[in-house]
């Protein structure tokens, strides 16, 4: 918080920033905002639930998000999410055991012409099928293997 001067207008920043080193925003963490920036608890809350890209559950590592809308659905969006849900073994807004995949849905991504489309993290992976589902996470499994 040092970082934003204790202002209140930088509370989405200061959140950010807990999300960023925890991966979710600890209750503990939240109080200490709450009494550092004067700010109620319960608007902080509010602000943290009301931005989806803030969490207050652990989050895994890797963020798996994968498009529901129009253009993807009919493409096989739906499937595309049950074998990330059989691979993961985690449903939907779900995170894996071990913390290393949080599984979620968007609406839409706003790249209906390369759809399906799965993010994980930043990384965009278009006109995705089932077929791809086991080389993307192993891609991001093996990330972990190699900084270990």
């Not at 600890?26 to 319960?42: D, F, K, N, S, Y």
């Not at 009919?74 to 595309?80: A, D, F, Q, S, W």
């Not at 006109?127 to 589902?133: A, D, E, L, P």
């Amino acid at each position: 918080m040092q970082k934003h001067d204790n202002q209140k207008r930088a509370l989405i920043s200061i959140l950010q920033d807990i999300q960023a080193e925890f991966n979710y925003l600890p209750q503990e963490a939240l109080r200490v905002v709450a009494e550092t920036l004067g700010i109620p608890l319960i608007h902080i809350i509010g602000v943290a639930t009301f931005y989806r890209s803030l969490s207050l559950e652990p989050r895994g590592e890797h963020q798996v998000t994968v498009c529901t809308g129009t253009a993807c659905h009919v493409r096989g969006g739906p499937k595309i999410l049950d074998e990330f849900e059989r691979k993961l073994g985690v449903e939907a807004g779900q995170t894996t055991e071990d913390r290393q995949f949080t599984l979620e849905t968007v609406a839409c991504l706003g790249c209906c012409a390369i759809g399906p489309v799965v993010v994980v993290d930043s990384d965009y992976y278009a006109q995705t099928s089932i077929r791809n589902v086991g080389s993307i996470l192993k891609k991001y499994r093996q990330k972990e293997k190699d900084n270990e």
